[in-house]
Nanobody, 130 residues
Framework: QEQVVESGGGLVQPGGSLRLSCLHSGFSLDYYAIGWFRQAPGKEREGVSCTSRSDDWPVYADSVKGRFTISTERAKDTVYLHMNNLKPEDTAVYYC???????????????????????WGQGTQVTVSS
């Protein structure tokens, strides 16, 4: 019943910016956390960011901290991932997903904790290249 759809990916030069959108339906953010993940060719899936009412502030992977920002626009049922100062190593397919808000984001972004995300989007490609 819970569904998410990602959009906003594309080709950008190093140092550029993109904003990814996660449109959600079938649930309230009062009860579900939203996580952003990415997977590059030949690499395992990586937790990027997570936002939840159970946390005092969003959680970010060390690799994106200070460059990426997650935000929520409730009126549009959308969670955004603002990506600044993009690097070639940011190239990946980006996914958003939902998990019960009873779990803390620091746990949800781990490989084991991410199994609690029950609904995943189709992914959107981000390519950072000169």
């Amino acid at each position: 019943q819970e569904q998410v759809v990602e959009s906003g990916g594309g080709l950008v030069q190093p140092g550029g910016s993109l904003r990814l959108s996660c449109l959600h339906s079938g649930f309230s953010l009062d009860y579900y956390a939203i996580g952003w993940f990415r997977q590059a060719p030949g690499k395992e899936r990586e937790g990027v960011s997570c936002t939840s009412r159970s946390d005092d502030w969003p959680v970010y992977a060390d690799s994106v901290k200070g460059r990426f920002t997650i935000s929520t626009e409730r009126a549009k049922d959308t969670v955004y991932l603002h990506m600044n100062n993009l690097k070639p190593e940011d190239t990946a397919v980006y996914y958003c997903a939902t998990a019960p808000a009873e779990y803390l984001c620091s746990y949800l972004l781990t490989k084991f904790g991410s199994r609690n995300f029950g609904s995943w989007g189709q992914g959107t490609q981000v390519t950072v290249s000169s």
